[in-house]
T-cell receptor, first 116, second 113 residues
Framework: AQKITQTQPGMFVQEKEAVTLDCTYD???????LFWYKQPSSGEMIFLIY??????QNATEGRYSLNFQKARKSANLVISASQLGDSAMYFC?????????????FGAGTRLFVKA | DADVTQTPRNRITKTGKRIMLECSQT?????MYWYRQDPGLGLRLIYY???????NKGEISDGYSVSRQAQAKFSLSLESAIPNQTALYFC????????????FGPGTRLLVL
């Protein structure tokens, strides 16, 4: 079974509008972390935002916020006021414990296109 | 200067050749990782190391080996490259602790003919 599911292979958004990128996860570990990374066309992976499973508040970093709904096991990324430079692949990831330590599992990604 | 560097950035090789991808970091992190990225599959963990004396297999370690030469250096080797190892390879580091945010190098594009 998929541990991290990103159901939107591609998304379009108009510049200056908000967009939500979906992510659902599956874990039985009570302590886990959720991440979003951005991959521009140049290829590098850029950390955007983190949410711990025990965090009461939704994480925010500038124009990025993480809509964490623990009971639904979803961790959607919201980008407000989209900019042309936001066009990229976005990956949701989960860090969970396993024998010997932690591991991070990535979703397949969502490609975001911002239209002028 | 970049905190996590990878060499080479691009490489074309032939089936059966041995190839080494190198990763260096100046972040001072003990934890280092190698991932490969294939279209539609996200990133998958090949190997990871929590310190110089600690090497662990990830989910797709077959056909790969690693060497942790120092805290700052972590190399990935393909002993006998095959075409389905064509991918984008990332090195990453993370500080200790439960959050374990990973900081990635720029990636190495490998083509095996």
């Amino acid at each position: 079974a998929q541990k991290i599911t990103q159901t939107q292979p591609g998304m379009f958004v108009q510049e200056k509008e908000a967009v939500t990128l979906d992510c659902t996860y599956d874990t039985s570990d009570p302590s886990y972390g959720l991440f979003w990374y951005k991959q521009p066309s140049s290829g590098e992976m850029i950390f955007l935002i983190y949410q711990g499973s025990y965090d009461q508040q939704n994480a925010t970093e500038g124009r990025y916020s993480l809509n964490f709904q623990k009971a639904r096991k979803s961790a959607n990324l919201v980008i407000s006021a989209s900019q042309l430079g936001d066009s990229a692949m976005y990956f949701c990831a989960m860090r969970e414990a396993y024998t010997g330590g932690f591991k991070t599992i990535f979703g397949a990604g969502t490609r975001l296109f911002v239209k002028a | 200067d970049a905190d996590v560097t990878q060499t080479p950035r691009n490489r074309i090789t032939k089936t059966g050749k041995r190839i080494m991808l190198e990763c260096s970091q100046t972040k001072g992190h003990d934890r280092m990782y190698w991932y490969r990225q294939d279209p539609g599959l996200g990133l998958r963990l090949i190997y990871y190391s929590f310190d110089v004396k600690d090497i662990n297999k990830g989910e797709i370690s077959d056909g790969y080996s690693v060497s942790r030469q120092a805290q700052a250096k972590f190399s990935l080797s393909l002993e006998s490259a095959i075409p389905n190892q064509t991918a984008l390879y990332f090195c990453a580091t993370s500080p200790p602790g439960p959050q374990e945010t990973q900081y990635f190098g720029p990636g190495t594009r490998l083509l095996v003919l």
